[in-house]
């Protein structure tokens, strides 16, 4: 498996990158996790949009799935499309409620919205927790599950399996069970860190550094990767906390970073 990021500022885009999105690639078998802010025009760098077998979104905040509306623009109206984006709509696995959500997001009026429902040219997929569903064929199929995670808003950890290697990304998320069951034994863990350790931080919402750390650790996951890292704090500051907490390797996510799985 192949790690590309496309964007990995937390809480909206920031100066050097845009907001959360992940590339996945295994062989021909190519999918998104998460399409915040300024994501769909990293991924063209990366990838045509049209060879996508998937979009899978870990929870529904606008960070992290705000760019799926120029996605829609993308399969609709291209001039030269490759194939009847119709006959071939494109698979999205996400939270309860992302059909309505999105269609909402694209829609600006109630008129607009009567007769955009999107499944023109997507198929909607409910992550259901512990469920695993595959993506792609043949050799170069994808087995991912979703993990309840806590969140303001219903959230997913997403384990990506293939050949024996194992992904692991955790979306937003607050110090939990959860997280630690889906990063168990993971080869690399992409994981977020909102926050320094130790200040006023609200329960529930994301991780210090030091967590980020900690999860790993008890997850048993061979390396980390430190990500959502908002455009006010230092990244670098929280990947050394993490190591404080973590023995493996510890990596920063930066725009366009590739990491082999």
């Known amino acids: ?11 909206g885009p920031g100066p050097g990158s845009p907001a959360s999105g992940y590339l996945v690639e295994v062989g021909g078998t190519r999918l998104t996790l998460d ?13 045509d949009p049209w060879s996508l077998d998937a979009v899978v ?26 194939f009847d984006a119709g006959a071939s709509p494109l698979p999205v696995h996400a939270p309860a409620g992302a059909h309505d959500r999105f269609a909402r997001a694209y829609a600006p ?46 959230a997913f950890a997403l384990r990506v399996e293939h050949g024996g290697r194992v992904l692991t ?8 069970p959860g997280l630690v069951d889906a990063a168990r034994d993971a080869d ?12 006023a931080n609200p329960p529930g919402v994301h991780l210090s550094g030091r967590e980020a750390g900690e999860h790993a650790a008890t997850a048993g996951a061979r390396r980390l990767v430190v990500t959502h890292v908002p455009a006010w704090y230092d990244r670098d500051e929280l990947a050394t906390e993490a190591k404080d907490a973590f023995d493996g ?13």
């Open 109 to 154: 009026t109630a008129d607009e919205l009567a007769g955009t429902d999107l499944t023109d040219v997507f198929t909607f997929h409910d992550l259901v927790a512990g469920g695993a569903r595959t993506i792609g064929t043949g050799d170069d199929e994808v087995r991912l599950t979703a993990v309840p995670v806590v969140h303001p808003c219903p």
């Open 188 to 199: 690399l863990l992409l994981c977020e860190a909102s926050w320094p350790h130790g200040a």
């Open 1 to 11: 498996m192949r790690l590309i990021v496309l964007g990995c500022s937390g809480s």
């Open 35 to 47: 399409l915040g802010n300024g994501t769909l025009g990293a991924l063209q760098r990366h990838l």
């Open 57 to 82: 979104f870990s929870h529904l905040h606008a960070d992290h799935c705000s760019d799926f509306a120029s996605l829609v623009v993308h399969r609709r109206y291209h001039p030269r499309p490759p």
């Open 169 to 176: 990304y955790s979306g937003d998320t607050g110090a939990c």
């Open 249 to 261: 390797p510890v990596e920063v996510a930066t725009a366009d970073a590739v990491f082999d799985v």
